[in-house]
T-cell receptor, first 112, second 114 residues
Framework: KQEVTQIPAALSVPEGENLVLNCSFTDSAIYNLQWFRQDPGKGLTSLLLIQSSQREQTSGRLNASLDKSSGRSTLYIAASQPGDSATYLCAVEETGANNLFFGTGTRLTVIP | NAGVMQNPRHLVRRRGQEARLRCSPMKGHSHVYWYRQLPEEGLKFMVYLQKENIIDESGMPKERFSAEFPKEGPSILRIQQVVRGDSAAYFC????????????FGPGTRLTVT
């Protein structure tokens, strides 16, 4: 059964720092991997989607990498801002499955 | 182009009552997914539906929970005889093609059972 783990569970950094969030998954037979942002009491906003054949995706200050064979993904956030404070969720879609498997998230706080 | 819409956003029910959660997918999307987020836990898949069909309900509790996606109108997640353990955020997502495409999430319905 697919299990998705995110480390650390919480992270606090001063504004301007670059940071890395980690995601690991147990079954490498995935179709894609998505990173989401969730603000308190709100829904999920998709940040980046990496297909299994890709190694990375970039959007603005965000860069996500995928190493399918080792079951790992990282989300790199450059020059963090207080507005980046949120919970970041990693989710994988298995090949042939109909749903996403989510990690429990990393709660990020960027201190002004 | 409106995104995925869910209503109500907040729902309070007493134990034993029924809860009905609605989801309108993005325009042009015919695939709907329901997920549940229990307090301090990750999102867990419940059910995947296409118009008038339940495709995968492997994540649905065996009793009291049901889902539908009629030909016309929103998808409905129905919880009968709610218990305190049903208190959670319920999220709906939609996609445009078979489940291999990016899922777009709604804002969720927060159910509180008193």
């Amino acid at each position: 059964k697919q299990e998705v783990t995110q480390i650390p569970a919480a992270l606090s950094v001063p504004e301007g720092e670059n940071l890395v969030l980690n995601c690991s998954f147990t079954d490498s037979a995935i179709y894609n991997l998505q990173w989401f942002r969730q603000d308190p009491g709100k829904g999920l906003t998709s940040l980046l989607l990496i297909q299994s054949s890709q190694r990375e995706q970039t959007s603005g200050r965000l860069n996500a990498s995928l190493d399918k064979s080792s079951g790992r993904s990282t989300l790199y956030i450059a020059a963090s801002q207080p507005g980046d404070s949120a919970t970041y969720l990693c989710a994988v879609e298995e090949t042939g499955a109909n749903n996403l498997f989510f990690g429990t998230g990393t709660r990020l706080t960027v201190i002004p | 182009n409106a995104g995925v819409m869910q209503n109500p956003r907040h729902l309070v029910r007493r134990r034993g009552q029924e809860a009905r959660l609605r989801c309108s997918p993005m325009k042009g999307h015919s695939h709907v997914y329901w997920y549940r987020q229990l307090p301090e836990e990750g999102l867990k898949f419940m059910v995947y539906l296409q118009k008038e069909n339940i495709i995968d309900e492997s994540g649905m509790p065996k009793e009291r929970f049901s889902a539908e996606f009629p030909k016309e109108g929103p998808s409905i997640l129905r919880i009968q005889q709610v218990v305190r353990g049903d208190s959670a955020a319920y999220f709906c997502a939609s996609s445009g093609l078979a489940g291999f495409n990016e899922q777009y999430f709604g804002p969720g319905t927060r159910l509180t059972v008193t």
